[in-house]
């Protein structure tokens, strides 16, 4: 099994949403990674640029954060010729890391636009170094830029950052530096493509935390309405559903919380959220950490305090019909 630490740079309209920006937001401009051994020794690297397919200016601010030039790319092969080359270079073992969660994404939207073959059809674990940073220092992790983390990690900067290999040595570099067991437990999944059966469903455990998620629906009253989704689990009871401390609620429809207790294992914060993927289906992740009565008694005040003010609200409408009436 190999590594392979990957960062794209892309594309994307300085203007105003046009019909192609919604069939592709963000086009990669360049694929740059490096490749690792088990034991983190580097073996080979990847760069290539892109010459662009879907739009013929580059945005400004993009240009100047890479300094590349629309006229650099010209002689770059397209998309599906250097997809094609680095997912052979990758090879089949291996495991992907990357600074933040979104280039496995984009890569396969990128792939999907030009109707090249998945790199999967379920969704993929991958390693996020920004997670795992932020774990390792305190924090969460969208505070964390690669160069600030470079900084504090005392890394020697010998090249430019904002170009796609610069940046995957950056992180292979950072990740040498972290925790192996670090990467275990900052694991996350790329959920491009959901999971395509029950069975294939994702349900993660990682010490005191637990994360399920579904496969795709059409319509969101088939999760709502389904109760062993919508159930709360303790994950050391293996999926066994609890009886709530407090219903799942939202003040959005969008993002619920709740609260059960485990006879055994104690108080579980309890958080589900409705997702929809890029194929148009809806699914739910969710997520259940072991916690305190105090945080119970929060989530209960939280419930309490968004009831009320919704009461006050539906109060005030009501008024103001009555005046104008
Ligand atoms: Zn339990």
């Not at 795992?132 to 969460?140: N, P, Q, R, S, T």
């Not at 072991?290 to 005040?301: A, F, H, L, V």
Request: proline content about 3%.
């Amino acid at each position: 099994m190999n590594y392979v630490v990957f960062d794209l740079e892309w594309n994307q309209p300085s203007d105003g949403k046009t019909s192609r920006e919604r069939d592709l937001l963000f086009e990669i401009i360049e694929i740059g990674a490096v490749k690792l051994d088990s034991e983190g020794n580097k073996i080979a690297e990847f760069s290539e640029t892109i010459k662009p397919q879907v739009y013929n200016k580059l945005n400004f601010h993009i240009q100047k954060m890479l300094g590349i030039r629309m006229s650099d790319l010209k002689h770059s092969p397209t998309f599906p010729i250097v997809a094609k080359r680095f997912l052979k270079w990758c090879g089949d073992d291996v495991i992907f890391c990357t600074w933040g969660s979104q280039d496995l994404t984009e890569l396969q939207r990128n792939i999907s636009y030009y109707d090249m073959k998945p790199m999967s059809d379920g969704p993929i674990m991958f390693y996020n170094l920004q997670k795992i940073y932020a774990d390792h220092i305190g924090g969460e992790a969208q505070a964390y830029n690669l160069e600030s983390a470079v900084d504090n990690l005392g890394i020697t900067k010998d090249i430019p950052f904002h170009r796609a290999y610069a940046d995957a040595y950056y992180t292979a570099k950072i990740m040498a530096m972290m925790n192996k067991d670090c990467f275990y437990k900052g694991r996350s999944f790329d959920l491009y493509h959901l999971p395509l059966s029950e069975k294939e469903e994702i349900y993660d455990v990682i010490d005191s935390e637990s994360l399920f998620v579904s496969k795709g629906y059409t319509d969101r009253s088939e999760i709502t309405g389904n109760r062993k989704l919508m159930a709360m689990t303790c994950a050391k009871c293996k999926k066994r559903s609890l009886r709530p401390k407090v219903r799942w609620f939202s003040s959005n429809s969008k993002l619920y919380y709740g609260a059960a207790v485990c006879m055994v294992h104690g108080p579980i914060k309890c958080r589900l959220k409705l997702k929809h993927s890029d194929q148009g289906l809806v699914y739910i992740e969710k997520t259940m950490t072991y916690g305190t009565y105090d945080d119970i008694e929060e989530i209960k005040s939280r419930k309490k305090r968004l009831k009320e003010k919704t009461a006050k609200i539906a109060a005030e409408k009501k008024m103001a019909e009555y005046k104008e009436s």
